[in-house]
């Protein structure tokens, strides 16, 4: 019997999206806190903290992200 391998960088790739997406549900439960409590929530985009709507984060979070540079 052979043991199936494992390509560490594909196993790399999947737990970085994993993390990605358990960051991502993280931040849209945030944004649903934020709304119920009718407050504004505090990100950093560029090293600047900026104070949005809930709203305005969760449209920022659908739109199409930008391929690194």
């Known amino acids: 019997m052979s043991t199936p391998t494992i390509d560490a960088q594909s196993a790399t790739d999947d737990l970085a999206q994993a993390a990605l997406a358990a960051l991502t549900r993280a931040g849209l439960r945030a944004a649903e806190e934020a709304r119920k409590a009718n407050t504004h929530m505090v990100i950093t985009v560029e090293g600047e903290v900026q104070h949005i709507s ?5 449209s920022q979070r659908q739109m199409p992200q930008k391929s690194p540079a």
């Not at 809930?54 to 969760?58: C, I, K, R």
């Open 54 to 58: 809930p709203e305005e984060y969760v």
